[in-house]
């Protein structure tokens, strides 16, 4: 079974890409919002100081070339934050495998130096009530044998 304390880690990643893939749809239309701001801005100036003249604007393209390398790049940084992910889920998989392969969930309690539990013998863990009667017979067992 996964350890749920990675659940926030897991929960994180998730988080992070997803943002991070929002973030790359949405560069194009911020820039372009930013942009027909600044335009919208400049005409205001503009039409303060010579209100006769007419301004028209609208954005130019990027070369086929340069929008070409820029969407490469997108794809480039979803594939790499994907490999990540893969090897972080790779690690925690394996991890997980790791320790129930060598977890035996057996334990042994002594008391005074003197076993007085094997979960291995028994196949269980004992109750708190029979651990108490356990060790408070041994203490009873202790102290008849010193008087």
């Not at 929002?22 to 194009?28: F, K, P, Y």
């Not at 919002?33 to 801005?41: H, S």
């Not at 320790?99 to 708190?128: C, H, M, Y």
């Amino acid at each position: 079974m996964a350890d749920i304390g990675r659940l926030p880690l897991v929960a994180g990643l998730f988080l992070f890409v997803f943002l991070t893939w929002r973030d790359l749809s949405m560069t194009e239309q911020s820039s372009h919002l930013l942009l027909r701001r600044v335009f919208e801005q400049y005409t205001s100036v503009l039409h303060e100081k010579f209100p006769h003249v007419a301004v028209e604007g609208d954005n130019y393209p990027p070369p086929a070339m340069r929008s070409l390398l820029a969407q490469g790049l997108s794809v480039l940084k979803l594939a790499l934050i994907a490999m990540v992910y893969a090897c972080l889920m790779i690690f925690f998989i394996s991890n997980a495998i790791e320790g129930q392969l060598i977890s035996t969930g057996a334990f042994e309690i002594s008391f005074n130096d003197v076993p007085v539990w094997s979960k291995l013998e028994t196949g269980r863990i004992p109750s708190a009530a029979e651990m108490f009667q356990i060790i408070e017979n041994h203490m009873r067992f202790g102290q008849s044998q010193t008087t």
